[in-house]
C-alpha cells in the first residue's frame, strides 16, 4: 500500500494550490480518503474527508467553503483543492487511507505529505 501526495509549494495569500495523491497497493474505490495537516510546532489536524464512492464529503470548520476534496476511482488519485489560502494554512498535508468505505476515522495508511506555505 502506497500514497504519494504532490501538488504543494509556495502560494500568496489568496491564492490557490490542488493537491493530489496517488494510491496503489489496494482496492482505491474501496475505501472513504482523508486529509489532515500538521502546522509548525501543532499537532495532526483532520481537514476534510470523502466517502469511497465520493458521494459524501466532510470538512474541517477551518477549511469550509474554501476546500474542495475530490476523488477519480478511475485513476486512484485523491484531491484537495484549496482556495483563498491563508498564511494559517501553512502546514504539511498528509493524504490517508480510511479503514472502510464510510468515514471511520481510523486510518491505517499515511502519505510522506507535501508541504503548503502560504505567504507573501
Known amino acids: 500500500v502506497q500514497l504519494v501526495e504532490s501538488g504543494g509549494g509556495l502560494v500568496q495569500p489568496g491564492g490557490s494550490l490542488r493537491l493530489s495523491c496517488t494510491a496503489s497497493?489496494?482496492?482505491?474505490?474501496?475505501?472513504?480518503m482523508s486529509w489532515a495537516r500538521q502546522a509548525p510546532g501543532k499537532g495532526l489536524e483532520w481537514v476534510s474527508g470523502?466517502?469511497?464512492?465520493?458521494?459524501?464529503?466532510y470538512y474541517a470548520d477551518s477549511v469550509k467553503g474554501r476546500f474542495t476534496i475530490s476523488r477519480d476511482n478511475a485513476k486512484n488519485t485523491l484531491y484537495l483543492q484549496m482556495n483563498s489560502l491563508k498564511s494559517e494554512d501553512t502546514a504539511v498535508y498528509y493524504c490517508?487511507?480510511?479503514?472502510?468505505?464510510?468515514?471511520?476515522?481510523?486510518?491505517?495508511?499515511w502519505g510522506q505529505g507535501t508541504q503548503v506555505t502560504v505567504s507573501s
Open positions: 470523502i466517502w469511497s464512492d465520493g458521494s459524501d464529503t
Open positions: 490517508a487511507k480510511d479503514s472502510g468505505q464510510y468515514l471511520r476515522y481510523e486510518y491505517d495508511r
Open positions: 497497493g489496494f482496492t482505491f474505490g474501496s475505501y472513504s
